[in-house]
């Protein structure tokens, strides 16, 4: 059977959403040549599961590979919807001071990386610390900015849902895998995202 009846076919825009990454970065690796692509009757690009998930796994050096994935499309994600101006005029957004925001992205990157060690590293309780002390740094900024517990809160609900979505995005990319292992992964997260947002409404109640 040919890869054609074997392989599903995803549009730029999804394989831009898989990947975590602008559709122009997709366009570009396929102009080069980096990944493959074929057209449609209809001139549009159209991208192999298979040959994402592959060049992926060489475009990291971390592991294991879902985890790396999943939080580089969490941070694609997060970036394209601010890039996009979705967050314009939501009322939480516009209180933050733009330095505050460029401490926020920086806030963010951090973020993912510590819940990538955490994961890595079995998820461990000892792991939390990082977590507590973000959320800590999390609402000190934010409430610099006079945000409100509410407004803090939506925010944070906000960019830890694109780390949930791409869990799911990967789980169904990569199956057939144990859907206990993806169960698991997603409980950690959650875990790690509680104690966050645990520390972040002490810090304000305090």
Request: proline share 4%; no cysteine; glycine share 6%.
């Amino acid at each position: 059977m040919s890869k054609n009846e074997t392989t599903e076919w995803v549009s730029l825009q999804r394989a831009a959403e898989l990947l975590g990454v602008h559709p122009a970065t997709v366009r570009n690796w396929a102009d080069k040549g980096e990944l493959p692509s074929r057209r449609t009757p209809g001139g549009h690009r159209r991208f192999s599961k298979d040959d994402i998930l592959r060049f992926a796994g060489t475009h990291t050096d971390v592991q294991p590979l879902e985890v790396q994935i999943i939080l580089q499309n969490a941070l694609g994600s997060t970036r394209m919807q601010v890039e996009d101006g979705t967050l314009r005029d939501v009322p939480w957004y516009t209180a933050i001071s733009d330095k505050n925001r460029d401490a926020m992205r920086q806030y963010g990157r951090q973020v993912l990386e510590s819940l990538r060690r955490y994961l890595s590293s079995g998820a461990p309780d000892s792991g939390l610390s990082d977590a507590i002390n973000l959320g800590k740094e999390y609402a000190k900024t934010l409430s610099n900015n006079n945000l409100t517990l509410p407004q803090a809160t939506r925010g944070f609900f906000y960019f830890s849902d694109f780390v949930i979505n791409s869990i799911i995005t990967w789980s169904e990319l990569t199956q057939p895998r144990n859907s206990s292992e993806w169960a698991n992964l997603l409980r950690q997260v959650n875990t790690f995202i509680h104690a966050m947002l645990l520390s972040i409404i002490e810090y304000y109640e305090e």
